[in-house]
Structures are given as structure tokens and as C-alpha cells.
């Protein structure tokens, strides 16, 4: 289950932190490798891979050019969150925010949907 949260409204220039809890790891179902992704969905357009964090130290995280250098991705391994920090938002970063989890290569960690799990998704709105 994934859970977001951190979501609203906020003036060009602005900054807000998602926050994306993740729970329901079973015995039958723990990876050991996977990957932890924000997309969004902006009205009228389909839906874009923002960044991502694999659970792998070495991969890190990847981020969309749209984002990169304003958004920074993070896990509290300890809590089982991950957070999206966006500053410097811009009127384009309007759009509905997901949280996915899903087992798949890092090279395709934000250019596919293929993941096992979404987010309800959250609104982010950049207006002045």
C-alpha cells in the first residue's frame, strides 16, 4: 500500500515535500531489489516519470530533466518513506502526483509504468 501526502497549493517560487509511505511487505512478498518512483499527471497530458530511488545505494536516484536540479528525492528507510522535496516550483509542475513501487531495472525506473503499485495520487498546484 502506498500512501501519499504533502500535497496543496503554492505560489511560483514556492517549495512543498511529498511524502509517499510504504507498508504491506509480507514474508511471501519482500524484494530485494526495487525501485520506488514519483510520476505525475498534468491536465490533458499523460502521465510522466519524475524520479525515482532504487533500493539499491549504489544506483541512487534518477531524475526527469523537467525536474532536475528543483527536486530532490529521499528515504527514511527506518519509517518505510520516501519523500519528493520540489523547489523552485514552476506553474508546468501543476499536476497530480503518484508514488509507485515496483520490481524493475533503474535504467527504466521513471521512463516505464510497469510498476506492481500505485498511490491514490495527490494535487499539486503552482499558481499565483
Known amino acids: 500500500q502506498l500512501v501519499e501526502s504533502g500535497g496543496g497549493s503554492v505560489q511560483p517560487g514556492g517549495s512543498l515535500r511529498l511524502s509517499c509511505a510504504v507498508s504491506?511487505?509480507?514474508?511471501?512478498?519482500?524484494?530485494?531489489?526495487?525501485?520506488i518512483a514519483w510520476f505525475r499527471r498534468a491536465p490533458g497530458t499523460g502521465r510522466e516519470g519524475v524520479a525515482c530511488?532504487?533500493?539499491?545505494?549504489?544506483?541512487?536516484?534518477k531524475y526527469a530533466h523537467s525536474v532536475e536540479g528543483r527536486f530532490t528525492m529521499s528515504r527514511d528507510n527506518a519509517k518505510n518513506i520516501v519523500y519528493l522535496q520540489m523547489n523552485n516550483l514552476e506553474p508546468e509542475d501543476t499536476a497530480v502526483y503518484y508514488c509507485a513501487f515496483g520490481q524493475l531495472y533503474f535504467r527504466f525506473c521513471i521512463s516505464s509504468e510497469e510498476y506492481d503499485y500505485w498511490g491514490q495520487g495527490i494535487q499539486v498546484t503552482v499558481s499565483s
Open positions: 530511488i532504487s533500493s539499491s545505494p549504489t544506483e541512487g536516484t
Open positions: 504491506g511487505f509480507t514474508p511471501d512478498y519482500s524484494p530485494d531489489y526495487y525501485m
